[in-house]
């Protein structure tokens, strides 16, 4: 094995390879502001090669039975629940993320892994949908593999959006070429080890190391047939327009400002803490992370006043320490991102009930903050903060809760607290992907669902994952072949 964890290389056909590109690239880890790893970035070079390598292996790899596939697939999802622990250290080092909180991400991954890959067996990959009827005709739809397909994932769940993209794209049949965050790709290069080990034939998972540049390499080669991408609305945007412009697809998962709307008559404590957990939980750096609390004026004062204690018990540390619960922001960026969208907010008049101060020690901190007294001219109310700051705007009903809440450019997802059925049905309503009912996260593998607005584009979930990885075709076949005289 030619990689090492400190000199990273491209595992493309079963090899690990330096990449040909020039530009050195340092993984820094955010708790110390010490580099531990580096690779070069691959270039358009390299890419060719992983595609061309991809598509070698791609028909002996759909040759093979569904089961055959998902037994592969299994046999790696088993690999890497056997090295969780190291994966989960390989994040934290890379991206600040407690080895803890990774561990039962990673759990979770490698079980939505499994659960993704098994829906290949009930599939119907090649159906009869009509006939043979008493002419004898007879229509079957066959879902054909489309090829070489491309993962493109960011710095947030580094080993989870990699495996939440990969478990149909390899079922249907597909060849892969996953480009990970250059601010994290550490312990992916570990999850090719591992599939290496677990039996993946070679050609069929390939990783190119890189930053955008080789992203866009990747989107744009006319090979690849399918861009799954997880990341910014402007470079999810590249990506569709890249992939639209070849007739090609892409799946995005983008970024949100999502909501969450607290009714009168819940328990202002306990949906405290719960949001708590919503809003700050891997540094506020999630997808869905609670960006916006709209809570009902009568349970207002009691539930900022527990929202502010809970916000003083996520201690600020290393995540190598067991002890902490807020990590580090992924890189100094980021860090100033959420500093900026505070003191923008103060500036304009908000109050902060908790954090708002950068910590006095190395490493990307901040601590997990609440505001109140926000309003929608502030950049912490319009733009995706990505960090643990949670700013409260007290509401007169549910009811302008939800007409606030739906009032975004983004529509990725929602939480709503409250007993009332008809609140419920109304919260339903918002222009969201995923609404969460007293609940924040959950749905299992059937939850399907569509980004709304700029949080993205394609269904993902139950069967929306195989539509996609997979090109329809009807045959239609008439009961005999021409007769002469007929
Ligand atoms: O995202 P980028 P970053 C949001 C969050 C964060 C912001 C920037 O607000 O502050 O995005 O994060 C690759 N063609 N989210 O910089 O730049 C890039 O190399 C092809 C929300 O991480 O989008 C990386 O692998 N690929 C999100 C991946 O895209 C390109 C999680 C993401 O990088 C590319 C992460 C291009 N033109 C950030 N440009 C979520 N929804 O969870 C970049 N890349």
């Known amino acids: 094995m030619a990689t ?36 070069r970035a691959s270039c358009a070079d390299d890419v060719d090669r992983a595609v061309a390598v991809a598509g070698a292996a791609q028909s002996a790899w759909a040759a093979l039975t569904v089961a055959r596939r998902v037994e592969r697939i299994h046999a790696w999802a088993d690999t890497i629940a056997a090295h969780a622990e190291e994966l989960a250290e390989l994040e934290c080092r890379e991206m600040g993320k407690p080895v803890g909180i990774g561990l039962s991400f990673i759990a979770g991954a490698v079980a939505g892994l499994k659960a993704a890959a098994d829906q290949a ?9 009509t006939g043979p009827g008493p002419a004898g005709e007879r229509t079957d739809i066959v879902r054909h593999p489309l090829g070489v397909t491309a993962v493109i994932t960011p710095w ?47 050609g069929v998972l390939n990783l190119v190391l890189g930053d955008g540049r080789t992203g866009a390499a990747l989107t744009e080669h006319e090979e690849v047939r399918l861009v799954h991408f997880t990341g910014s ?13 070849r007739l090609s697809r892409s799946v995005l998962e983008l970024g949100g400002k999502d909501p969450a709307v607290i009714d009168d008559g819940v328990d202002p404590v306990a949906t405290a ?17 609670m960006e916006r609390i709209y809570v009902h004026e009568r349970i207002a004062d009691g539930f900022v006043e527990a929202l502010a204690a809970a916000a003083g018990t996520f201690t600020i540390g290393d995540g190598l320490d067991p002890a902490t619960v807020l990590g580090p922001l992924v890189d100094a960026r980021q860090r100033d991102t959420v500093r900026r969208h505070v003191e923008d907010a103060v500036h ?21 903050t609440v505001l109140t007294g926000v309003d929608d001219t502030m950049l912490v109310m319009t733009e995706e903060t990505f960090g643990p700051v949670a700013p409260v705007t007290v509401v007169s009903s549910f009811e302008e809760g939800l007409t606030r809440a739906a009032a975004s ?14 609140h419920i049905a109304a919260a339903a309503q918002l222009p969201v992907g995923v609404v969460w009912v007293n609940q924040w996260q ?35 076949i008439a009961a005999t072949a021409p007769a002469a005289g007929r």
């Open 442 to 476: 959950g749905g299992g593998p059937e939850r399907l669902y569509e980004p709304a607005r700029d949080s993205g584009m394609g269904a993902t979930g139950a069967r929306a994952a195989y539509d996609a990885a997979t090109r329809p075709a009807a045959v239609h």
């Open 156 to 202: 947030n769940f580094p080993v989870v959006m990699v495996l939440g993209a990969l478990g149909p794209l390899l079922a249907a049949g597909n060849t892969v070429v996953v480009k990970p965050s250059e601010r994290s790709p550490v312990s992916t290069v570990r999850l090719f080890e591992l599939a290496a080990s677990a039996g993946l034939p070679p």
């Open 121 to 129: 067996l009930t599939y119907p990959f090649s159906e009869t949908v």
């Open 4 to 39: 090492t964890m400190e000199t990273l290389q491209n595992f493309i056909g079963g090899r690990w390879e330096e990449p040909v590109g020039e530009d050195a690239v340092a993984v820094v880890n955010p708790a110390t502001e010490k580099a531990f790893a580096h690779f």
């Open 273 to 289: 803490q719960a949001v708590a957990f919503g809003a700050f939980i891997n540094t506020g750096q999630i997808c869905t992370s």
């Open 348 to 368: 304009k008049g908000a109050t902060v009930r908790a954090g708002g101060v950068v910590p006095e020690r190395p490493g990307y901190f901040y601590p997990a």
């Open 233 to 245: 609305v402007g470079a999810g945007r590249a990506v569709g327009s890249a992939t639209g412009g």
């Open 409 to 422: 450019r983004y529509g990725l997802a929602a939480t709503v607290y409250t007993d009332d059925p008809d």
